[in-house]
């Protein structure tokens, strides 16, 4: 962890179309502090807001309390950054996430049903792109931004592609983590008012749980491995990409087993989190704010959409209303991932159809940020 260079940012500026960041915030209550008493601060504050989020059950508090920690502190003059050698770590357990999810019986349930989920996956990724599209051309928010922040995938692989690929990674996050409380609440509420299922008893989490060294350490030189070849390479996310493949063959050949410990997710988590975070100013939170109908209602209707096709999986291949509900559910597959585990579900078809929209969308959305970003080009921009 390092002060905060003046004049500098973590991520890539805002777009032409928001007034200029000045090349030196304005000093605030916690500017003239010492650099190690900001940071304790930072992590004070971090802790107590991820414990309160995390006790009220809401979806994602290890890495939105964090964040929100962050944001606060950087907007009062904190001016603190994170290293990048602890963010390319934070990289690598993010990919051996997304790797933990793809187990034998996630493949086997897209093998069988691959036309069915491709074109759901289609139909969303289909739907979110539009409107991105539709929110970048009102200049509500630059084209590549928008797309990032209405994809339907894990909040926190978009919110590292999109850094990766020229976005604003705040606004991205800020879209992804909204969208993130709205679906998880919707799920939940579907689950126990429409479907009438009694709701499962908490996950308790196991902070320190026992724990094969030997697996994890294999693990984690794996994922680091590969994080540094992404790295030296410049491979755009790369250093989650590698260490997703990485892991993802050794998991399913099975020579490691992705027991990640929750002390260790935390960690990750928490690194991201002061990232973006730290990175906020007042410009941005007051631009957010302004976007926050038109964003809120992005939300709104791609959820109506996605349980449209929800409804079409019920009636025309029948399957379960709440199995095809939460596995269609646009993003939030951590959440999604806990709903479907304390009710009576196909867990396999949930995270089947989750996952693969999700891969599908790390290998395609560059390719329709930039395409978005040159339809929203004035002509005499374009290449």
Known sequence: MESKPQGTSPVTPLATSLPEQPATPPPGLLTSLPSQLRWLILLVVSVAISALLHFAQIPGALLIGPMASAILVATNGARLSVHRYPYIFAHSLLGCIIARALDVET??????DWPVFLAIVIAVISASSLLGYLIAR?????????????????????????????????????????????????????????????????????????????????????AVLAASVGARLKIPAGTMLLPLAATTILHVLGYITLNLPAWLLTLAYGIIGWRVGLSFTRRILRHAASALPQIVGSILVLMTFCGGLAFLLWRVMGIDPLTAYLATSPGGLDSIAIIAATTDVDMSFVMALQTMRLIIIILIGPQISSFVASRIMPKDQRG
Do not use: C
């Open 107 to 112: 493949l086997k349930a897209v093998a069988l």
């Open 138 to 222: 009102a200049d509500i928010l630059p084209g590549t931004t928008a797309v990032w922040g209405t994809s339907a995938g894990a909040a926190s692989a978009m919110v590292l592609m999109a850094e990766a690929h020229g976005a604003d990674a705040r606004l991205v996050a800020f879209m992804q983590y909204l969208r993130v409380v709205f679906v998880a609440t919707g799920a939940a509420m579907m689950a126990a008012f429409v479907f009438n299922v009694e709701g499962g008893v908490a996950r308790e989490t196991v902070w320190f749980p026992e724990t094969d060294w030997l697996d994890l350490g294999i693990t984690l030189i794996v």
